[in-house]
């Protein structure tokens, strides 16, 4: 997989497509990258501005840590129930 671009050059380059100065293809072929990079970067520009509905990075990064979150209560969870349940039967009368 390609090295990703730097952030500050994504966004130079939705900066100068924004003017619309010239057609999205040019401005692609100018910066050395393809078309399809220059629309996705434009869309992911959107959604960050509020112009577009969609998950910001902030959200995205928070959305993950949430879920890492919940993976481990879970299994801190399982482990509190199977304790429980180990301990129940050690307790039983009759052994």
């Known amino acids: 997989m390609p090295k990703p671009y730097p952030k ?10 924004r003017k619309g100065q010239a ?3 040019q401005i692609a072929k100018d910066f050395g990258i393809s078309e399809a990079s220059l629309h996705n970067w ?4 959107d959604v960050e501005d509020g112009k577009r509905p969609g998950l910001t990075d902030a959200d995205r990064a928070e959305l993950r ?3 890492k979150r919940i993976r481990l209560l879970e ?3 399982e482990v509190l129930r199977r304790a429980a349940a180990y301990l129940s039967q050690a307790n039983l009368p009759g052994k």
């Open 23 to 25: 057609p999205l293809k």
């Open 75 to 77: 299994q801190e969870n």
């Open 65 to 67: 840590e949430a879920k």
């Open 42 to 45: 434009m869309k992911a520009a």
């Open 8 to 17: 500050e050059f994504r966004d130079d380059v939705v900066a100068v497509a």
